[in-house]
């Protein structure tokens, strides 16, 4: 018999291991690493409430979050689809870091590690905050909660869809100026990662740009306002050019989120500018949409910080940054008590009145309908399916025929005014409107504290240009809220006193 050679227990011992370190240890440290490299979901997170509220998450950078480098870098790449340099030109807010140098991401924007990659997308502070000037050479004062008056929405979104179709959107050009910037991308970053996210990226924006190609046609809203319902039609899947043409052209200004819970107790009042939801924790998760959020995405923990924040969040007062004449503000206190109270609240932290956070019909109140058509029956029905499945599926909206009326918390810093913001200042909304400004200037943040409301009559500020508006284009009719009853027959004195006691609010 021809003899087998015999190999030694060590040198299978040496096999075995060999064998169970490449098949078995070797790919656990693999999946291990990766798992290490492109797993966790870890957002940034601020102790203070006002931090979180300008850059904590809503769980949007899942769906829609940009790569935190190629978000730093489209501006430089696209920068001809930009009014002017960087995110700035479009009315986003950077604050500055101790050492006097502008921080990384603007106000209103958040960032998330989720599958080994930073992202960055926007949240609720990106509608709801924005800057105030006593005078063009002073330093613009943050003010968190307040009405965006300076973010235009529309540039915007059609910055993203106008850069994703440009060939630029591509590693050739993006990777390069990353690493500009001082990325310092590792190899798997600079050769795997990053192209990746750039071609999948720029199909996701490009599947969304088919989807809001309405957008482009519609005329522009300018700073501090959004077609808010027409764009949630689009979350449904509604045949966006068969819809009435008297849907489209709705812009409204972006509201405040001051002093929450007195809307909400002891009565709910009737939310959004047409009233049609009564629910807050509804009307939030409905905004936070806007923010790239999805049900399964959506981030609760974190809104509801923002929501426990909002409750309570005091407006600045008017007498911070100007001197209130506090005799003639007692002499209009009588004028507000008989015009204004019953629908706005006994005063500017006193919501209590019959009428309060209830709908006016639009007949009584006359103002542009374009908003009140622009949410239709079809769609509060759709928004019933939204979170089908889960506790908090969606049972508020309804349909109404008006415009509710807000109680006045911090009015001075919600110019201009009308839902449509197409009213300059308060003084202005006491004339007639015939006798209000036909064409204004949108996105200053210098204020005039005589008329109260930012200085409108100027077509640039701060070396950019504002955006002009004007009243006879759709939606943008400043009619409506006149007459006796809504104080603009009062006297020249009368009116003076009544601004002047609003400065209070």
């Not at 009315?91 to 590690?113: A, F, I, N």
């Not at 039609?233 to 972006?254: G, Q, S």
């Not at 004449?325 to 209009?332: F, I, K, M, S, V």
Request: hydrophobic share 40%; with cysteine; glycine share 8%.
């Amino acid at each position: 018999m021809p003899h087998r050679a015999v190999i030694p227990p060590a040198r299978w011992k040496r096999r075995f291991l060999f064998l169970f370190a490449f098949t078995v240890l070797l790919p656990a440290a693999v999946l291990l690493w990766l798992a290490g490299r492109f797993g966790g979901d870890i957002p940034v997170d601020y102790a203070d409430p006002v931090e979180h509220f300008k850059y904590g998450s809503t769980g949007g950078e899942h769906e829609m979050g940009f790569p935190y480098w190629i978000w730093r870098a489209l501006p430089e790449v696209c920068g001809q689809y930009l009014p002017g340099p960087g995110y700035q030109s479009i009315g986003m807010l950077y604050e500055k870091k101790p050492d006097g140098s502008l921080r990384d991401l603007p106000v209103g924007t958040s960032r998330r590690r989720y599958q080994g990659v930073d992202r960055v997308f926007v949240n609720c502070a990106v509608c709801h905050t924005s800057t105030v000037r006593t005078a063009a050479d002073q330093p613009p004062v943050l003010v968190p909660g307040m009405p965006a008056a300076q973010f235009n929405m529309k540039a915007f979104e059609e910055f993203f869809f106008r850069c994703a179709a440009d060939p630029r959107f591509a590693k050739e050009y993006l990777i390069p100026e990353i690493q500009r910037q001082g990325a310092d991308l590792d190899l798997l970053d600079r050769y795997l990662v990053y192209p990746a996210a750039i071609a999948i990226m720029r199909d996701r924006v490009l599947a969304l740009k088919g989807r809001f190609e309405w957008v482009f046609e519609q005329k522009p809203w300018g700073p501090g306002r959004v077609d808010t319902f027409n764009s949630a039609k689009v979350i449904f899947n509604f045949p966006m050019h068969r819809l009435d043409p008297k849907e489209f052209d709705a812009p409204a200004d972006f509201p405040s989120l001051w002093l929450q819970r007195p809307r909400r107790e002891p009565r709910a009042m009737e939310l959004h500018w047409d009233g049609n939801n009564t629910d807050m924790t509804e009307r939030n998760k409905s905004a936070a949409f806007g923010t790239g959020t999805t049900p399964p995405t959506i981030d609760l923990p974190r809104i509801r910080r923002v929501e426990e924040w909002i409750l309570d969040a005091e407006p600045p007062a008017f007498s911070k940054f100007f001197p209130v004449d506090q005799a003639l503000a007692a002499r209009g206190a009588p004028i507000y008590k008989e015009y204004c109270a019953a629908c706005h609240g006994a005063s500017g932290r006193d919501f209590s009145g019959p009428d309060v956070g209830r709908v006016t019909p639009l007949a009584e109140i006359g103002t542009d309908r374009r908003r009140l058509d622009s949410y239709t029956y079809t769609l509060a029905v759709n928004q019933a399916t939204l979170y089908a499945g889960y506790p908090w599926r969606f049972t508020q909206f309804r349909k109404t025929h008006g415009y509710a009326n807000m109680p006045l918390d911090g009015i001075w810093l919600r110019a201009p005014y009308l839902h449509n913001g197409s009213v300059p200042s308060l003084r202005d909304l006491l004339e007639p409107a015939e006798r209000r400004p036909k064409v204004f200037w949108r996105g200053n943040d210098v204020f005039d504290p005589h008329k109260v409301g930012f200085v409108s009559d100027q077509p640039a500020a701060q070396g950019r240009a504002l955006f002009r508006l004007d009243t006879a284009e759709p939606g943008n009719g400043n009619g409506g809220h006149e007459g006796r009853a809504y104080g603009t027959e009062l006297s020249a004195d009368d009116k003076l006193a009544l601004v002047e006691y609003l400065k209070t609010f």
